[in-house]
């Protein structure tokens, strides 16, 4: 059987994708896109928001890595949330006795 824990096929969509929106969004900013006139027609058929494109858009430009396609964790990182040690032995070592 097939091991998919590691298969990158979403990450390799997403990346797919933004490339090629990015393409036909420089094309209409150039003026050369065929289909669109406007930016907001081209945000309007492709079913998204300007600031979510410009800020895929903006992040890729300025690092150039195509990591920077792919959306990006949110919240609080786990080791911020996490007791210090010591207090969890002491919690630990209480709900031993009691």
Same mark, same amino acid.
């Given at each position: ?15 797919? *994708? ?14 050369? !896109? ?15 928001? !300007?600031?979510?494109?410009? *800020? ?6 300025? !690092? ?12 609080? *990182? ?21």
């Amino acid at each position: 059987m097939r091991d998919n824990s590691f298969d990158r096929t979403i990450e390799r969509n997403y990346i797919q *994708k933004w490339r090629f929106l990015m393409a036909e969004y420089e094309a209409v900013k150039e003026g050369r !896109s065929t289909q669109f006139r406007r930016v907001g027609d081209f945000y309007r058929h492709h079913g998204t928001c !300007s600031q979510t494109f410009r *800020k895929y858009y903006n992040r890729y430009l300025q !690092s150039g890595d195509e990591a920077d396609l792919l959306p990006r964790r949110r919240g609080p *990182k786990w080791r911020d949330r996490r007791v210090p040690e010591g207090i969890e032995a002491e919690i630990v070592a209480a709900r031993q006795r009691g």
